[in-house]
């Protein structure tokens, strides 16, 4: 017990540890950082499901060069580095993962175009949108320019929340939020982890004042509710291939699934977010 906390313990400030550290160094950093991370995801999706999920069996190599490639070409065109033309060798390889079944004879052809499909829009795309938090145009300088905060608050919310919901709920926690998913999760600790990071929202609203307080609150909001929705997702997801952790990459922490499943919905949603804020 006390060997498995510490490996947990030092696992998670680790991870913590790059994470914070790429964000914030430069847009290289966040770049690679993030390139890897949708890669080794897709990857180990791939893994799961063809090892869990009866008559499937994906390209791995190929899903996951299409997440790296996705989020690089949204970085791209993000920072003005290219233009939609940067797109179009990620058409291709989404018609290859179409057209290749037809050859390769497989199981379930069906369901391998499903499931590739699957790791893009369910994993692929939400990483490739931290783009679109990170690069913001400034026009006092009349370009692009690379805004740490944003992606790494989605972050800081998402773990405040989680940090939150876990200490309130095991104290106070009655009444279960989604009992046939997740049993363990309670109204009152999503509640109160939401408190919390809308606490915290306030402490970044005071710091970097580019949104209101009350943008920033609403950011948190929107990010705490659909973080809460991508958990129960990727445990819909488990329970359905009937494992306990989507990987073992991350020591006492399970797989990178388990780590980012509530980012893979806050993301769309934070920009969502914020793309309704200019139309206000």
Known sequence: ???????????????VAIL????????????????????????????????RAEGVKI???ITMLGGAYLFLAIMGFCIDAADSKIFIPYVLLLLY?????LYLKKENPVLNWAFSMLSQMYIGLPFAMLNVLAFNYDPTYSSVAYNPILPLSIFIFLWLNDTGAYCIGS??????????????KSWEGS?????????????LAHYFPFMSMWE?????????????WGDLTESLLKRQLHVKDSGTILPGHGGMLDRFDSALMAIPAAVV???ALTWI
Request: charged share 10%; proline share 1%.
């Open 97 to 101: 993962m179409m057209i290749s079944e």
């Open 191 to 203: 509640i109160g982890g939401g408190v919390v990071a809308i606490g915290v929202s306030f402490v």
């Open 1 to 15: 017990m006390i060997n498995n906390f510490i490996k947990r313990a030092i696992t998670g400030v680790l991870f």
């Open 216 to 228: 920033w609150a609403g950011l948190a909001l929107v990010v705490v509710i659909f973080g809460t």
């Open 59 to 61: 390209n791995k190599t």
């Open 20 to 51: 914070v550290g790429c964000i914030l160094y430069d847009s290289f950093s966040f770049g690679i950082l993030f390139t890897i991370i949708s890669a080794l995801t897709i990857y180990e999706f791939g893994q799961l499901v063809n090892l």
């Open 171 to 184: 104290l106070i926690g009655k009444h279960r939020l989604f009992e046939r998913i997740s049993p363990k």
């Open 273 to 275: 977010y914020l793309y």
